[in-house]
C-alpha cells in the first residue's frame, strides 16, 4: 500500500457504543493529523502528533482519544458520541509538523454518523 | 481573529478559464496552500505560495499577494473532471487554517 490509508470508510454507531478509527501512512512522514469536515465548514483540526508526541489538541471533547504507538500509525478511539459528531474524519501526514510549510497528504477518511 | 474567505460555489464552462480568490487574515504566516478534493475524495494538495507573484503548474497557476492577504487559484481550459471543491489553507504559527472550499461546478 501506498500513501495514507484509512479504516474503516464507513462506520454507523450508537450513542453508548465504543469504536476505533485506524490511519496508516507509508510516507515515511514524522508528522499526522485528524481532522473532522463537516458540510460547508472549514477542516477542523483535532489532534497534532509530531514524532509520536501529541504537540496539539485543539479544545476536542474527551469523548475523542487518539494514540500514536508509533510514526507510521494514529488512532481515534470513540465513545459515548453524540449525532452532531457526524462528519467525515481525515488522518493526515506531512513529514514534520511544528511549522505549517510543508504539504500534508490526506487519507479517503472515515464517513461516521452517529445514531 | 483567524479568518480565510473563498466563495462558496462558482459555475464554470468546460474548455473556459475561472479564478477563485481566496483573501485571509492570520497571525503568522508560512505560505498558501491549495488542494483540490473531489467528492467523497480525500483532499490532495495542488500548489503552494509563500512569495509574492504567480506559480503555474500547467492548466493550474497560483498567486499570492502578501501585503493584501490574498490568493487566487487560475484553471484554464477546463475539463469536467475538474468539477470538485478547491480549498485554500494559510500555514499559520504551528497548524494549517483552512477555507471552507470552492465548490467548483463544471458545464457542458
Given at each position: 500500500e501506498?500513501?495514507?490509508?484509512?479504516?474503516?470508510?464507513?462506520?454507523?454507531?450508537?450513542?453508548?457504543?465504543?469504536?476505533?478509527?485506524?490511519?496508516?501512512?507509508?510516507?515515511?512522514?514524522?508528522?499526522?493529523?485528524?481532522?473532522?469536515?463537516?458540510?460547508?465548514?472549514?477542516?477542523?483540526l483535532?489532534?497534532?502528533?509530531?514524532?509520536?508526541?501529541?504537540?496539539?489538541?485543539?479544545?476536542?471533547?474527551?469523548?475523542?482519544?487518539?494514540?500514536?504507538?508509533?510514526?507510521?500509525?494514529?488512532?481515534?478511539h470513540?465513545?459515548?458520541?453524540?449525532?452532531?459528531?457526524?462528519?467525515?474524519y481525515?488522518?493526515?501526514?506531512?513529514?514534520e509538523?511544528?511549522?505549517?510549510?510543508?504539504e500534508?497528504?490526506?487519507?479517503?477518511?472515515?464517513?461516521?454518523t452517529?445514531? | 481573529?483567524?479568518?480565510?474567505?473563498?466563495?462558496?460555489?462558482?459555475?464554470?464552462?468546460e474548455?473556459?478559464?475561472?479564478?477563485?480568490?481566496?483573501?485571509?487574515?492570520?497571525?503568522?504566516?508560512?505560505?498558501?496552500?491549495?488542494?483540490?478534493?473531489?467528492?467523497?475524495?480525500?483532499p490532495?494538495?495542488?500548489?503552494?505560495?509563500?512569495?509574492d507573484?504567480?506559480?503555474?503548474?500547467?492548466?493550474?497557476?497560483?498567486f499570492l499577494?502578501?501585503?493584501?492577504?490574498?490568493?487566487?487559484?487560475?484553471?484554464?481550459?477546463?475539463?469536467?473532471?475538474?468539477?470538485?471543491?478547491y480549498?485554500?489553507?494559510?500555514?499559520?504559527?504551528?497548524?494549517?487554517i483552512?477555507?471552507?472550499?470552492?465548490?467548483?461546478?463544471?458545464?457542458?
Amino acid at each position: 500500500e501506498t500513501g495514507v490509508t484509512q479504516t474503516p470508510r464507513h462506520l454507523v454507531m450508537g450513542m453508548t457504543n465504543k469504536k476505533s478509527l485506524k490511519c496508516e501512512q507509508h510516507l515515511g512522514h514524522n508528522a499526522m493529523y485528524w481532522y473532522k469536515q463537516s458540510a460547508k465548514k472549514p477542516l477542523e483540526l483535532m489532534f497534532v502528533y509530531n514524532f509520536k508526541e501529541q504537540t496539539e489538541n485543539n479544545s476536542v471533547p474527551s469523548r475523542f482519544s487518539p494514540e500514536c504507538p508509533n510514526s507510521s500509525h494514529l488512532f481515534l478511539h470513540l465513545h459515548t458520541l453524540q449525532p452532531e459528531d457526524s462528519a467525515l474524519y481525515l488522518c493526515a501526514s506531512s513529514p514534520e509538523g511544528l511549522a505549517a510549510t510543508y504539504e500534508q497528504y490526506f487519507g479517503p477518511g472515515t464517513r461516521l454518523t452517529v445514531t | 481573529g483567524q479568518n480565510i474567505d473563498q466563495p462558496t460555489e462558482m459555475t464554470a464552462t468546460e474548455g473556459a478559464i475561472v479564478q477563485i480568490n481566496c483573501t485571509y487574515q492570520t497571525s503568522g504566516f508560512n505560505g498558501l496552500f491549495w488542494y483540490q478534493q473531489h467528492a467523497g475524495e480525500a483532499p490532495t494538495f495542488l500548489s503552494y505560495n509563500v512569495l509574492d507573484g504567480l506559480e503555474e503548474k500547467g492548466r493550474f497557476s497560483s498567486f499570492l499577494s502578501r501585503s493584501k492577504g490574498y490568493s487566487y487559484l487560475l484553471l484554464k481550459e477546463l475539463q469536467m473532471k475538474d468539477s470538485a471543491s478547491y480549498l485554500c489553507a494559510v500555514g499559520g504559527n504551528y497548524q494549517l487554517i483552512w477555507g471552507a472550499g470552492t465548490k467548483l461546478i463544471i458545464k457542458p
